[in-house]
């Protein structure tokens, strides 16, 4: 499938979607919104890809959302259009692991989509911030509420009422990313860690995804439920009988995703 914000390549059942509008330093414009969701939902539906993995280019992830296409608009156009809702939602659908590997700056709707991914990897010249305040609004993709739960409010706040930005090691001290590696090791890395993934068995893969996911979205004795109750349906698999017969005749697993 030919894009034209956006680079799609499949190796070793990893699907790399890079964002590919470096004359804006990868800014969401509605177009690049709409081949992403397009390109997930693929990826999500395709046999052959079992994890994705998200970056942009050595200077920016992305910069947010498209500021020149924006600025003429009134409330009307983006109420009506319910701007980025529709798209975001679709990707916030997805149910492959997507991980996001940040080098440079992730900004506004770039931090946010970092942050929808399922963990971020930072290169060490990565920068995130909300800086929308310096342009008279706030995040849209939800900055708000995904940021303060990855690093609290004091931090939270701090960033989406200066603007500031924080650097890679402040990331990763604060719980917004997995881990830092260096520049150059970026795309090796996320791409190994989506191999990990990927040698898992589907099945539990997924059900993690959603378990995790839980947490944010219900109280904690909910939330331990459903993982308990997720965790003794995959005794019904097939790959749970391998997964724990090669641990004890010290093995590899061989996982079929039944
Ligand atoms: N939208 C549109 N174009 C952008 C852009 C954006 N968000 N960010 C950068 N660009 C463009 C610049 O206009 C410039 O284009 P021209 O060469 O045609 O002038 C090009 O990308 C390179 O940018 P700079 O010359 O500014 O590069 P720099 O290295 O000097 O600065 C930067 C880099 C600090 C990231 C700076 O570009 C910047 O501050 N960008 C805007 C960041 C921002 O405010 N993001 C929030 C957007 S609003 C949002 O995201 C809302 C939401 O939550 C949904």
Redesign the pocket.
């Known amino acids: 499938m030919a894009y034209e914000t956006i680079i799609v390549e499949i190796e070793d059942e990893v699907a790399l979607i890079r964002l590919n509008r470096p ?3 990868n ?1 969401l414009n509605s177009a690049l919104v709409r081949e992403l969701a397009g390109a997930l939902t693929d990826a999500d539906r395709n046999d052959k890809v079992r994890a994705i993995v998200l970056t942009g280019s050595e200077k ?1 992830f992305a ?6 296409e924006m600025s003429q608009k009134s409330f009307v156009d983006v109420y009506s259009q319910d701007m ?1 809702g529709t798209e975001i939602k679709v990707i916030e659908g997805i149910r492959k692991p997507i991980i996001a590997a940040v080098s440079g ?1 992730a ?3 770039g931090c ?1 989509l970092a942050m929808i991914c399922d963990f971020i990897i930072a290169a060490e010249n990565a920068k995130f911030g909300q ?2 305040i ?2 008279g ?1 706030i ?3 939800g ?1 708000t509420q995904r940021l303060t739960r990855f690093v609290g409010k004091s931090k939270a706040m701090d960033m989406h009422l200066t603007g500031r930005f924080m650097d890679a090691a402040e990331a990763e001290r604060s719980g917004l990313v997995s881990r830092v590696v260096p520049t150059a090791k970026l795309i090796p890395e996320a791409m190994a860690a989506a191999r990990k993934i990927a040698e898992k068995s589907q099945v539990s893969v997924k059900a993690a995804k959603e378990a995790v996911n839980r947490a944010y979205e219900t109280t904690m004795a909910e939330g331990i439920l459903f993982e308990r109750r997720n965790f003794h349906a995959l005794f019904s698999t097939e790959d749970q009988k391998e997964g724990m017969a090669a641990f004890l005749e010290k093995r590899e697993p061989q996982f079929r995703d039944r």
């Open positions: 004359e804006a330093l800014a920016a910069a947010g959302a498209d500021i020149k980025f700056y900004l506004g709707g946010e800086p929308e310096n342009l609004v995040a849209g993709i900055g």
